[in-house]
């Protein structure tokens, strides 16, 4: 079997991929015609329901998304959706070596421009060009994996859509690509870096450059003293000693004190864990003061919250004025602004992993003034 897979079925088969730990393959293929060898026909019991995070056959209301080369190649079958693509840059298609073909990453991210709203598209670069892989059955809710190999980069996009012209939606991809950065250690910490690099009119903080997880090496005698060697913030802002530090809810895992007050098991090795962690928190900052980076911490409820990454950011820039002598006044008018506000918050709501983003979510994709109709964007991205 030869099925090449497009748009959210491919990305469902790219997600399982990397969540099993494997490399994506560098070598790069045309796209093939379907083939259903050594089988003679298409059959729901052909597919590969493991390698696609499906608990069911597809079908004609929930079909598979392929590619043809051409339209005579087209598999006939009620549960397909099948695309043809003709001429496309040469080696655009990646061969799983089990019976799956994707799209490159770079084409992926193109073909996903139809599906997803334009931040929940800016996130997928996010993924691709990250050390970290969303949940393929649910990607809002559900547990993303980390530390597996990114499998692009923004440049590697940006090159691939020059190479691919001006159509079919390539300059929408390539703005959506401005606000995206490379190696992101996490889908909070992409979703950060977003609202920081959006411009004020796409409901941003209009942070012009950022940087993601850049490791800063500490003093000799520092080190000799007992600090880490060396410490990595989450986001920086380029030209600045400010940036933020994400600490999620599992940053410091409290729920584990009192499950382990209602079990009684473990409780003096969980309490240990948390407070050596939270002492290291404490160091952490101090080592990154010491590197001259003054790193602002955001937790979970800053980002929940009405306003509370506003009052975040507007720290940020209150401390860029004092160290880096930036103006805030850029900042203090977007958190101080009404509109700009609340556009902001509904949007970052309609982000963030909770039931409620759904809803958020379905009232910015209306708000979008160019939204074209019959166009269905994925809530469950």
């Given at each position: 079997m030869l099925l090449p897979l497009d748009g959210p079925s491919a990305l469902r088969a790219l997600r399982v991929y990397r969540r099993m730990g494997h490399c994506l393959p560098q070598a790069r293929v045309d796209l093939p015609e379907p083939d259903p060898s050594p089988q003679r026909r298409w059959t729901e019991r052909l597919i590969p329901l493991d390698l696609l995070a499906l608990s069911c056959a597809p079908s004609a209301d929930h079909p598979l998304h392929v590619l043809s080369p051409t339209a005579g190649a087209r598999p006939q079958a009620s549960f397909f959706r099948t695309h043809v693509l003709g001429t496309l840059p040469e080696g655009s298609f990646v061969d799983l070596q089990n019976g799956l073909v994707i799209p490159c990453p770079e084409l992926l991210f193109l073909r996903m421009a139809s599906h997803l709203s334009p931040e929940a598209h800016t996130l997928l670069a996010y993924e691709l060009a990250g050390t970290y892989a969303r949940d393929p059955e649910d990607p809002r809710l559900g547990t993303a994996v980390f530390g597996v190999p990114a499998v692009t980069s923004i440049e590697r996009i940006r090159s691939y859509l020059a190479r691919y012209g001006r159509r079919n939606g390539s300059v929408l991809c390539a703005h959506n690509l401005a606000s995206a950065r490379d190696n992101a250690w996490s889908p909070m910490e992409a979703i950060i870096a977003l609202l920081a690099l959006l411009p004020p009119n796409e409901q941003g903080y209009g942070l012009r450059q950022i940087s993601l997880n850049v490791r800063h090496?500490?003093?000799?005698?520092?080190?000799?003293?007992?600090?880490?060697?060396?410490?990595?913030?989450?986001?920086?802002?380029?030209?600045?000693?400010?940036?933020?530090?994400?600490?999620?809810?599992?940053?410091?895992?409290?729920?584990?004190?009192?499950?382990?007050?209602?079990?009684?098991?473990?409780?003096?090795?969980?309490?240990?864990?948390?407070?050596?962690?939270?002492?290291?928190?404490?160091?952490?900052?101090?080592?990154?003061?010491?590197?001259?980076?003054?790193?602002?911490?955001?937790?979970s409820a800053d980002l929940f919250a009405p306003g509370g990454l506003d009052a975040v950011m507007l720290e940020a820039a209150l401390a860029r004025e004092e160290i880096d002598g930036i103006s805030s006044a850029d900042i203090r008018y977007l958190v101080e602004t009404k509109w700009y506000s609340e556009a902001r918050q509904q949007l970052l709501w309609s982000l963030l992993p909770w039931r409620p983003g759904i809803s958020h979510a379905r009232k910015v994709i209306e708000a979008m003034p160019w939204r074209k109709p019959g166009i269905r964007y994925a809530l469950r991205w």
């Open positions: 090496e500490a003093s000799e005698d520092l080190v000799s003293l007992g600090a880490r060697a060396s410490r990595v913030p989450d986001i920086e802002i380029v030209g600045s000693r400010v940036g933020f530090n994400y600490d999620g809810n599992l940053h410091l895992n409290l729920e584990a004190i009192l499950e382990s007050a209602r079990t009684g098991e473990d409780a003096e090795r969980i309490i240990r864990e948390i407070r050596e962690k939270s002492r290291d928190d404490i160091l952490r900052n101090r080592e990154l003061m010491a590197m001259g980076r003054l790193i602002l911490p955001i937790t």
